[in-house]
């Protein structure tokens, strides 16, 4: 076993080639919890050359893996789901100490994830080709897919232990071989986890490696995977600044990468929509992981006519969502992931507000924490009408017609997740064929994911599907093999 347990003295250990190593040149950093300001672990801070070497691990692992029967990747997908229910209150309660996650959030995420596991477990006998018909007598033409080879898996930090199973979990599925840098963050709840939960499930040395690095050392390791040969695809979920780097590096190696990246996620509530239905909705699109996910609904977009008091009932309710230690079971909104995400999460609801932004709840730091905030009336200029914040803040538009809030929703550079609560299903198909965005929900808010969706934005929100079908065609190369029955005439 790798990790000791023991708060005070757990060390952390990279895993590569099957082994649990420290950084090659024996760095190391600590990983702290978000709302004590506690020493969590002390993880090695891994180099590229650390990444090299987990790379050329993975390479040596892929004949084998990727020869696996169906049956044997079966096996072990559906051992992963029992280990890790296995150890549902370790895991819950270490997503709190590591990334600040409540315990909703925390359950939350030990729910999906054995299901994508035993979702993943159907797609190791997914087909794999189709036979194409040919005009040449004689031949048969297929069209077959194949594991790519190594993939690059870089995973965030915020519902850490969901996304970085997402990227390694249909890349091992389909028989590739993987290796995944967790962020900073969540060394373990995003990435050594599976190191473990892997092995004891019966994954040959090699098909899994986890590297870790200090905080901001993470560009050496992604060049590495963007540059080494080796690597066949890349997956990345985070920021858009960052993912627009990496798929710079890429693309000058003309390397395919699955970006998921930020969003600026709408959630439009319409006039006929039920009053009740639609605070919650949009409190809990909002709010849920205090605002740090992707798909948070980080603008309300509500037509005029019932407007005020919908303003006033989401008002009400965000002041009165419990904000601090993750780890009390009613908390709602817990630790931003560190200093500077606070800082920056309350810099731009001060320079919202000093350019005419109407702070309707919220809007103080309380310790690590930040309140849930409700702004109105952003200035188009201020930083938070332009950029995700990636934090407890949500702000409210009134427009006049579906048209407006058509406009308004598509007047960003995101565009990943979108909702719609009206009460005529009809008019939330219309709206939902004109927006700008990879997932669109209808009387339902924004933050909703299922393993077997596919899963992605357009826009600044990337490109790429995660999830069921669409998985299958981000992690395997479509080969085209003929074979000729007897002989076919050549010209000379
Ligand atoms: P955030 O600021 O919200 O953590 P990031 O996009 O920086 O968002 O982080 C998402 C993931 O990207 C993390 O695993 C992080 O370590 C990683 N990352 C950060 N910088 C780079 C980089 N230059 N190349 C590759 N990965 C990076």
Redesign the pocket.
């Known amino acids: 076993m790798s990790i000791t347990t023991e708060a005070a003295k757990r060390e952390y250990r990279q895993f590569i080639g099957g082994q649990w190593v420290g950084a090659g040149d024996g760095g190391t950093f600590e990983d702290l919890d978000p709302f004590t300001g506690n020493v969590v672990a002390t993880v090695p801070a891994g180099t590229k050359e650390d990444a090299r070497r987990a790379i050329e691990s993975a390479a040596a692992a892929f004949p084998e893996w990727s020869s696996t029967p169906p049956i044997v990747r079966q096996g072990i997908f559906l051992r992963a789901a029992e280990i890790l229910e296995s150890r549902r209150e370790e895991i819950v309660s270490l997503l709190a100490e590591e990334t600040g996650a409540s315990f909703g959030f925390g359950m939350f995420q030990m729910g999906f994830v054995p299901g994508l596991f035993r979702q993943a477990a159907g797609i190791a006998y997914s087909p794999m080709g189709e036979i194409i018909p040919s005009d040449i007598p004689g031949a048969m033409a297929m069209g077959l897919r194949r594991p790519v080879g190594v993939v690059g898996a870089?995973?965030?930090?915020n519902a850490a232990l969901i996304l970085s199973a997402r990227s390694i979990t249909a890349p091992l599925a389909l028989g590739n071989t993987v290796v995944l840098?967790?962020?900073?963050?969540s060394p373990f709840s995003g990435g050594l986890v599976w190191g473990e939960i892997f092995t004891e499930a019966g994954l040959p040395e090699g098909a899994l490696n986890v590297v870790t690095h200090a905080p901001g050392a993470?560009?050496p390791?992604?060049d590495e995977f963007a540059e080494n040969s080796l690597v066949r695809r890349i997956n990345?979920?985070?920021?858009t600044?960052?993912?627009r780097?990496?798929a710079e590096t890429a693309g000058r190696n003309l390397k395919r990468v699955l970006l998921e990246l930020g969003g600026y996620n709408p959630l439009i509530v319409l006039g006929d929509a039920d009053m009740e239905y639609a605070v919650d909705a949009a409190a809990f699109g909002a709010f849920m992981h205090q605002g740090q996910i992707c798909m948070s609904a980080r603008r309300i977009i509500v037509e005029r006519p019932i407007a005020d008091e919908f303003v006033e009932r989401l008002a009400k309710k965000t002041a009165g969502l419990k904000t601090g230690d993750p780890r009390e079971h009613d908390t709602i909104i817990g630790p931003l992931i560190n200093k500077r995400a606070l800082e920056t999460v309350a810099g731009r609801v001060d320079e919202a507000v000093s350019k005419g932004a109407r702070l309707l709840a919220g809007g103080e730091a309380i310790g690590p924490c930040f309140q849930a905030t409700l702004l109105a009336d952003v200035p188009p200029d201020s930083e938070f009408a332009t950029q995700e914040t990636?934090g407890p803040v949500a702000a409210v538009e009134v427009v006049a017609d579906t048209d407006e809030a058509v406009r308004r929703a598509n007047a960003t550079s995101y565009g990943l997740a979108s909702g719609i609560i009206t009460g005529d299903p009809d008019k939330g198909m219309s709206i939902a064929h004109n927006l700008e965005a990879g997932i669109v929900h209808i009387n339902d808010q924004t933050v909703h994911d299922e393993p077997q969706m596919p899963f992605g934005g357009v826009k600044d929100s990337g490109w790429g599907r995660f999830g069921g079908t669409a998985a299958i065609e981000e992690f395997t190369e479509l080969r085209w093999v003929t074979v000729q029955s007897g002989t076919r005439p050549f010209p000379f």
């Open positions: 870089i995973a965030p930090w840098k967790p962020s900073e963050e993470a560009g390791i992604g990345f979920t985070g920021s600044a960052t993912g780097k990496l990636f």
